[in-house]
């Protein structure tokens, strides 16, 4: 296992240790450390997944408003 090390303001630290009373707090801050690689993994395929879209939109066909207002109707019972 590893041992990391880091700074945090004093009041971080005070909120932190306060909250997680009588809890091994290793454990807790890898608990943390997860949850936050997940979200930016998260974070990071969303944005690949906008870039997809945005990139297949270059290459769709046009359509006027004339042609989206028909193909809404004719989709409608």
Do not use: W
């Not at 009373?21 to 801050?29: E, H, L, P, T």
């Not at 943390?32 to 395929?45: C, G, I, N, P, S």
């Not at 939109?57 to 408003?65: E, G, V, Y």
Request: hydrophobic letters at 40%; proline letters at 4%.
């Amino acid at each position: 296992m590893a041992t990391v090390n880091f700074s945090v303001p004093d009041d971080v630290k005070d909120a932190f240790n306060e909250a997680y009373k009588g809890q091994n707090k290793s454990a807790v801050i890898a608990d943390l450390m997860r949850e936050a690689v997940e979200r930016a993994q998260r974070k990071q395929r969303s944005h690949e997944a906008i870039a997809r879209i945005l990139e297949r939109r270059k290459h769709a066909p046009a359509m006027t408003d004339e042609e989206l207002r028909a193909a809404r109707e004719d989709g409608r019972p």
